[in-house]
């Protein structure tokens, strides 16, 4: 078996979206010429702004959204080539938002069993066997398996989805914003709960968060994305104590620890979103760069390799040369 | 006089199991331009206490309270029609779940313009201006544009933003923000907590911001108040409930969450062993007992507030004994 698990050869997504009614179309670029590999048995963190085309990039590793351009493989196989069913016993999710993505009218045993039932697995008395198997592995009370979403708290409907996603015994889980609507004592509870099966169960994890404390504490490696391209890749240790990208500095300096003698930080960078309907001639970060030099406007910087990943900044390709 | 005052907040849902005691002892106040952050555990009852203030609760829970003033009116005895009023123009919410309150089939910009206009006389152009304008100051680029997308066509965090805008549509004198910045990375979260903070300045605002966040809480409020189902166990000032945190629930809190620098990388986090209990039937004494490393008898009996300084108020009947331990 192959070092690497999971790999992205310049994927973009692209989507037609509507101006209005005399307006016609116009092309939002989600997520842009991607490549990057996950290596089996880590945690790969994926951090980056509000609509940088995170979940977008999840999905297509899930293979619920085709690539516009581009290609997914898995152990080395292309996606397209293996079917869809072959690629969720092998790649689950545990998505964003534990209230919309559990059907408020099945109960937790039909939840957490329906990938069983999807992929034929067993029959009914050992489905039941598993489920209940796999609600005392996140820790959830038996008396549970009867109840629905709309009476479990936040953090049992994110440990059904959990139980949900590690069923049908997956090599990699896609965790999308796992714990963020979660509060600090039951984000504890599953983070400890996602290292210990990580362990126990040699899973991989590809890992999105916008809380880069979580990430700090989870993470081998770290990509930063923006504007649907990954700016930076790193080591947990390398991007933490010296962040090569600009952008990258801002999030680590938004990091809000617990501390009432400091207020909210101002990172310099605006608060205007990115565009991404826009055309960039040079750097995408360039209208927001608080270090922008000219030829940010008109070419977009190269890759910089650092000791342990890379970065893309101009500022990186001076220091090189200086 | 506090621009809001809630005493003894109690919230009971009928279940088929038995009564549900979601809210059972809640009180706090707010002043005009002051932030109170509301932190606890899932479940706590923190979204039914908004809810509560609102007037929004589910038809089955029942609400009562000694006191629950806004701005001199009792919200307890309002008729229906003025509540309706004072919502959505005076006291204006942030839900936790944006897809609750932005409704699928129409635009953003429609949705934007009936929140004023519902209240104010206020011309299809001026609301559509103030539309664009608040969009903008939230940090949304191409604002016309979006005006004609559908909430489906955004991105999780775009949605929060049309939620925060869609709030502020009316100028309100208090605003409930559910998990406002929840779904947001770091950068934007900072921008519009900074964002809030100046609205709240410019408009005399109070706030209430509900989050599990406790870096949020520490920056951004001047009050809070850590709840525990259903109870306020420790409330005030941020300063003092963060430098002297002195509910065991609040210490753990503190505990679970990774500092960079404090925890090692991939170490277990501190964690509140137990679990939340049953909020069916009667309920007596500290609901905390059973997770708690300083639980005695006593802690089955009677709870009051403790008051280690003055404004700083911890509802533990063993603060006395806590210090002897620790
Ligand atoms: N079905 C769609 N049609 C049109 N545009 C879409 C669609 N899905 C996503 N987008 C757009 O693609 C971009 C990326 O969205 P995505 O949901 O991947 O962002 P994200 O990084 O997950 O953001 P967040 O942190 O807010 O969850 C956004 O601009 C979004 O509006
Ligand atoms: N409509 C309802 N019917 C029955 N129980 C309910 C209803 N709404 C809320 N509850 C219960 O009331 C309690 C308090 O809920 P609430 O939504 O206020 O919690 P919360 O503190 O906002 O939690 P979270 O952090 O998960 O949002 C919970 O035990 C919840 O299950
Ligand atoms: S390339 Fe230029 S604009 Fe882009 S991040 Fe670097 S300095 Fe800023
Ligand atoms: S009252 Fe007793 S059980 Fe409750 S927090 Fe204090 S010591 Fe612990
Ligand atoms: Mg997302
Ligand atoms: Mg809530």
Known sequence: MSDIVLELRDVSRRFEVSQGAFKGSATLTAVAQVS????????????????????????????????????????????????????????????????????????????????????????????????????????????????????????????????????????????????????????????????????????????????????????????????????????????????GHPYTRALLESVLTPDPDLGVPDTHIGSAMANPMAEHAGCPFQPRCPTALNICKTTPPPVSALPDGWATCHLLQQEAVA | MALLDVQDLVIDIPTAGGVLHAVSEVSFTVERGETLAIVGESGSGKSLTSLAIMDLLPRVAQRRATRLNFDGADLLTIPARQMRKLRGSRMAMIFQEPMTSLNPAYTIGNQLTEALRCHDDVGAEAARARAIELLERVGIAGAERRLLQYPHQLSGGLRQRVMIAMALMCKPDLIIADEPTTALDVTIQAQ???????????????????????????????????????????????????????????????????????????????????????????????????????????????????????????????????????
């Open chain 2, 192 to 326: 519009i907590l900074r964002l809030l903070a100046e609205l709240k300045k410019e408009l005399n605002m109070a706030m209430i911001l509900i989050t599990h966040d406790l870096g949020v809480v520490a920056r951004v409020a001047d009050k809070v108040a850590v709840m525990y189902a259903g109870a306020v166990v420790e409330r005030g000032s941020a300063r003092a409930v963060f430098k002297a945190p002195s509910h065991p629930y609040t210490r753990g809190l503190l505990n679970c969450i990774p500092v960079p620098g404090r925890t090692a990388p991939g170490a277990p986090l501190g964690a509140i062993r137990g679990q939340v209990p049953n909020l069916i039937g009667r309920l007596a004494g500290c609901a905390f007992r059973n997770r708690c490393d300083f639980a005695a008898p006593e802690c089955a009996g009677e709870m009051h507030f403790e008051t280690p300084t003055p404004g700083h108020d911890v509802r533990c009947v063993r603060l006395a004994a806590q210090k002897a331990v620790a």
């Open chain 1, 36 to 243: 990057l590999q996950v290596k089996r048995g880590e945690v790969f963190a994926l951090v980056g702004e509000s609509g940088s085309g995170k979940s977008t990039l999840a999905k297509m590793l899930l293979g619920l959204l085709p690539p516009s351009s581009g290609e997914i493989l898995i152990d080395g196989t292309p996606i397209a080539a293996s079917d869809r069913i072959a690629v969720a016993r092998r790649i689950q999710p545990i998505f964003q938002d534990p209230y919309s993505s559990l059907n408020p009218r099945k109960s937790i045993a039909q939840l957490v069993g329906l990938p069983l039932v999807v992929h034929n697995v067993g029959d009914a008395a050992s489905r039941r066997a598993k489920v209940v198997e796999m609600l005392d592995l996140v820790g959830l009370p038996r008396r549970l398996l009867d109840a629905y979403p709309g009476q479990l708290s936040g953090g049992q409907r994110q440990r059904v989805a959990i139980a949900r996603a590690l069923v049908m015994r997956p090599e990699v889980v896609i965790c999308d914003e796992p714990t963020s609507a979660l509060d600090v004592s039951v984000q504890a509870q599953i983070l400890n709960l996602l290292l210990e099966l990580k362990r126990e169960l040699g899973l991989t994890y590809f890992f999105i968060s916008h809380n880069l404390a979580v990430v700090e504490h989870l993470a081998d490696r770290v990509a930063v994305m923006y504007l649907g391209r990954i700016v930076e890749e790193r080591t947990r240790a390398g991007l933490f104590a010296q962040p």
